[in-house]
Every structure is written in structure tokens, then in C-alpha cells.
């Protein structure tokens, strides 16, 4: 679910901004800033950086199992999908001569999900059907030192950027269960 909802959401990023500044390439890219051997991930300069920084549970939700009935009668037990909150972190990787035009699609990627009013769903994301109903995305406004400790574990240098926190996405793999005989009362 996590490979297909990022980059959903990365293609509308793209499209609001290739309207929005009149562009006929893509500014957004899904990549890690730095790889793991400390080198630089991105060639291209000028660039919308999108990267995953977090995942969590979503702990809001009951996780218990419940039991659906068959058709012959009996049940089988439904293990609950799993829910994730996913982090994004938007990053202007841009050379420090178009450092304004940097601080320009970072306020678009703001105006992005204003746009939306944080709400992503098959309606106005056609690449979501199948996948999920309906995604809410907030700004994350992390203070000085949990912002150091971000950059610092992507073992990268600050960028201007925005943190955007994707509820719910749900994970479920189903698994054939045992039937379970209904109780009958003589």
C-alpha cells in the first residue's frame, strides 16, 4: 500500500505544479536525499526531494479480531488490517542561486495540500481506487530540535522543506482461516 499511495501522491504534486507555474516537466521526485553510503541520491538539481522519514501505527483504531459468517452457516475469524501514518518530507533541492525559486515550490507544496484541504481519495485521486477510500494529510511543525534530529538521521544537511504526516493507510493481508461451527440451541 505504501508503494502505491507515495507515488499517487507524488503524480498529483506534479500535475498541481506543472499548471500552477506553467511547467512541461515534473519538479517533484520520490528519492532519498543521501544514500546509505553517504553520497549524494539526486543528480538533478531543482528539484521538489519527496522522502518517506516515518512510518507509525495509528493506535486511535481497535485492533481486535472479528469473526465474519460463511455460507455454510459457520464463521471464520478476520485478523484487522494494520494502520499506518506515513511522514513525508518535502525538500527544496535547489542550487543556491535559485534558492527563492526553492522557497516558491515549497510554498506550492503548501498551496498543494491547501488546495485539497488535506483530503486524498479515488475522486481526486483517480490512481487511489482499488487502493484506499479516503487519505487526510497535516502539516507536521516539528520544533528546532526534533528538525535537527530528522535531517541528521537522513544524514543530510537542512533543506527549506515541509513535513506532512498521510493518515490512515491500511495493510491487510487475508489469510484463509478454519471454519468455525455456529452454536445451535435444541
Same mark, same amino acid.
Given at each position: ?5 507515495? +507515488? ?7 500535475? %498541481? ?8 516537466? #515534473?519538479?517533484?521526485?520520490? =528519492?532519498?536525499?543521501?544514500?546509505? *553510503? ?7 538539481? *531543482? ?24 455460507? =455454510? ?5 478476520? &485478523?484487522?488490517?494494520?494502520?499506518? &501514518? ?7 533541492? %535547489? ?16 498551496? %498543494? ?7 486524498? =481519495?479515488? @475522486? ?21 530540535? *526534533? @528538525?535537527? &534530529? ?9 533543506? +527549506? =522543506? ?15 482461516? +478454519? #471454519? ?7
Amino acid at each position: 500500500m505504501i508503494h502505491e499511495v507515495v +507515488p499517487a501522491i507524488v503524480n498529483e504534486l506534479n500535475r %498541481f505544479l506543472m499548471s500552477k507555474h506553467n511547467l512541461s516537466e #515534473e519538479k517533484a521526485m520520490l =528519492s532519498h536525499l543521501v544514500n546509505s *553510503d553517504g553520497s549524494i541520491a539526486i543528480q538533478e538539481s *531543482d528539484k521538489i526531494i519527496v522522502t518517506l522519514t516515518n512510518i507509525e501505527a495509528e493506535r486511535s483504531k481497535s485492533n481486535t479480531g472479528t469473526y465474519k459468517p460463511t455460507a =455454510s452457516g459457520g464463521f471464520t475469524k478476520v &485478523n484487522p488490517p494494520v494502520e499506518v &501514518n506515513i511522514y513525508l518530507l518535502f525538500s527544496a533541492y %535547489f542550487t543556491s542561486e535559485n534558492y527563492i525559486e526553492g522557497l516558491k515550490f515549497i510554498t506550492s507544496v503548501i498551496a %498543494f495540500f491547501q488546495s485539497r484541504q488535506g483530503i486524498f =481519495s479515488s @475522486q481526486n485521486t483517480p490512481a487511489l481506487n482499488g487502493i484506499t477510500e479516503k487519505l487526510s494529510v497535516e502539516m507536521v511543525s516539528p520544533d528546532f530540535r *526534533d @528538525q535537527s &534530529n530528522v535531517w541528521g538521521g537522513l544524514g543530510a544537511k537542512y533543506l +527549506p =522543506s515541509v513535513l506532512y504526516r498521510v493518515k490512515t493507510i491500511q495493510i491487510e493481508h487475508i489469510l484463509p482461516s +478454519p #471454519e468455525i461451527a455456529s452454536i445451535k440451541s435444541t
